[in-house]
């Protein structure tokens, strides 16, 4: 058995002796494999079993796998054809997400450009049907979105355009529907859905539960019928205080609800056989995943340990194919049928441990956070940290994540909080996030501050900020605007100068950002300057530690590096690390490298 000893400020060392924090991001893992639709199998999945994240195909006739793309700064943007001849995957640039879709024959061979009449772009969707039919969305600042209907031979034809955000939906089995998800009522947060000939792109229906934008329920494509000539398509929608599945038959405009007694987010997907539908539902940080056979309207629970379902799909057979895991647990690709699906080979990540729910009253309504201790620790009080989540419409889960596990072995408590904005509580606590941005879920964060302490839980001398992307900019704006609450902050690929990141952001997320503000920085410029971390910037008492990534689209460089020289002129301690990557890293030695920096930092600072 290898022993498993050392800390986060030593060299790195041989897997014998290699820490167990470390040997966590190291293990090889896999994601869920895709499989073709007309050749289920050939299947398609993710794993960093090289040190980088990249794109491999798997014949499970033969058992065998292939390394498809091979790239410095990884890949993970791929899918099958149908007919699972081809790999198609997006280029960009050292992770800045603008580029282009090439494609690989499965077997191996030449990467050729899957659309080349299209420059690049931001993606906005993609699907295949057919026959080598294809559908692109692309995105650009100039542009808006456009979609795009690519034929075999490469030519290609433009079917839709607008400045506001869409995306491609899905094609109907015959390929002679489309469905686009878009935002032309100009709310970047709940999509309507319009469903279009692919010939032309002339509309067929219209399905918008915003009603022109006056109220706030979303829609989501969840996918058409697998049957040949079936117009239903499956769909998401928030009509009640959740997402529910419902079938909308896109030739007569029926709506079918469907009767799901279940408490918290559900989504939903077709058996390849059209006669049921795979649930899986998200509720209170856990999954389940359930049948619902929609002859006689039954539902089935599904056997899935206690946990996290990161994803699940329906084979063929009938069997379920699901990634799971638990805070405690790592993921592995299980199915129904029985054991472990999938793996890679080499190094096992050690186990953590398990979460503890705790509810908080906040000034908003219930707080739900995620607590972790140090293993044989006592009862503490012990160093925190407060890692929050990005988003912001995400929400943190019972699911096995390295990063909090390399605290809890230096010897903190860790938590996790679920702030309003985060999704799996209901749509008014998501959408409570509006024009206060920031502010609001700093609210929550501090009461669930306030109970770590008061509880016994965590010691307020010793408190750790951090987080990533939205998370980072959270943290960022709670040391600036709760300074005596927090030792020391870390922030990853932050917002941290809210108007310039908006300038320099792709133009998706500007949209984003303009439902949340309820305008652009030109035209509700007291909500950005209140919302923005340099704001705040001179009230900074903690040491700062921020890093990021110079090709990042989402939170770009500039506004960063504005911060950095405020914090400098005012002689704050920071320390600052850029990476040549985009929105974080998918080298796993380089996301080693960024945590070892950051438990370092905290040592520094915090006394485990």
């Not at 997400?97 to 077997?107: D, I, L, R, S, Y």
Request: contains cysteine; glycine residues 12%; proline residues 7%.
């Amino acid at each position: 058995m290898n022993q498993i000893t050392g800390s986060a400020v030593g060299p790195m060392s041989e897997a014998g002796a290699m820490p167990a924090w470390e040997l966590r991001f190291r293990a090889p893992r896999v994601g869920l494999p895709e499989w073709a639709e007309d050749a289920p199998d050939r299947s398609l999945f993710v794993s960093n079993v090289t040190g980088t994240y990249e794109i491999y195909a798997w014949d499970r006739a033969t058992g065998g796998r292939r390394q498809v793309t091979d790239r410095p700064n990884g890949t993970t943007d791929g899918t099958l054809s149908r007919d699972g001849e081809w790999v198609w995957w997006f280029s960009d640039t050292d992770g800045d997400e603008f580029g282009v879709w090439m494609k690989q024959p499965f077997e191996g061979g030449e990467d050729v450009p899957a659309a080349p009449g299209l420059a690049p772009s931001y993606p906005a969707g993609l699907a295949l049907g057919p026959g080598g039919l294809a559908v692109v969305g692309r995105s650009t600042d100039e542009e808006g979105t456009t979609v795009h209907v690519v034929r075999p031979d490469g030519t290609d034809h433009e079917i839709y355009r607008h400045p506001e955000s869409a995306g491609v939906g899905d094609l109907s089995e015959d390929g002679t529907l489309l469905v686009i998800e878009h935002t032309e009522h100009g709310d970047a947060m709940h999509s309507a859905l319009r469903v279009v000939r692919v010939a032309d792109g002339s509309a067929v229906a219209e399905l918008d539960d915003t009603e022109g934008g006056r109220r706030e329920l979303g829609l989501d494509c969840l996918g058409f019928a697998p049957v040949p000539g079936d117009t239903r398509l499956l769909v998401g929608h928030q009509r009640t205080d959740r997402w529910l599945p419902m079938i909308w038959d896109t030739a007569t405009g029926t709506e079918t609800p469907l009767a799901i007694d279940l408490p918290g987010d559900v989504h939903a997907e077709w058996y390849p056989d059209g006669s049921a539908l795979l649930l899986v539902h998200d509720f209170h940080a856990r999954g389940q995943m359930f049948r619902y056979d929609l002859a006689d309207h039954t539902l089935t629970a599904l056997d899935a340990p206690a946990g996290s379902i990161s994803g699940a799909t329906a084979r063929p057979d009938g069997t379920v194919e699901y990634l799971w895991s638990s805070a405690e647990q790592p993921p592995a690709v299980r199915s129904t049928a029985g054991g472990v699906v999938l793996e890679a080979p080499g190094l096992r990540a050690p186990a953590s441990v398990p979460v503890e729910d705790v509810w908080v009253d906040g000034p908003g309504g219930r707080i739900h956070a995620l607590v972790q201790r140090p293993a044989d620790a006592g009862d503490g009080p012990f160093p925190t940290v407060f890692d929050i989540h990005g988003g912001p419409t995400w929400h943190d889960s019972d699911a096995f994540a390295a990063g909090p596990a390399a605290w809890v072995d230096h010897g903190f408590a860790v938590v996790r909080v679920n702030y309003r904005g985060s999704t799996g509580y209901g749509r008014e606590w998501t959408d409570a996030l509006k024009h206060r941005v920031g502010l609001i879920e700093l609210e929550d964060i501090a009461a669930v501050r306030e109970w770590a302490v008061a509880s016994g839980l965590a010691d307020p001398e010793r408190l750790v900020l951090t987080g990533g992307s939205w998370g980072g900019y959270l943290t960022l704006l709670g040391l600036g605007t709760q300074p005596k609450s927090w030792t020391v902050g870390i922030a990853a690929v932050p917002v941290a100068d809210y108007p310039t990141a908006y300038a320099d952001e792709m133009e998706a997320l500007k949209a984003l950002d303009r439902t949340l503000f309820g305008g652009s920085p030109e035209e509700v410029p007291e909500r950005y300057e209140a919302s923005s971390p340099l704001t705040y910037v001179e009230q900074v008492a903690a040491p700062v530690y921020i890093s990021a990534g110079t090709n990042d689209p989402r939170c770009p460089i500039r506004q960063i590096d504005n911060y950095v020289e405020r914090l400098r002129a005012l002689d704050k301690p920071h320390e600052v690390y850029r990476y040549d990557a985009g929105h974080g890293s998918l080298v796993v030695e380089e996301r080693i490298k960024q945590v070892r920096l950051e438990l370092a930092f905290a040592l520094r600072h915090v006394a485990p």
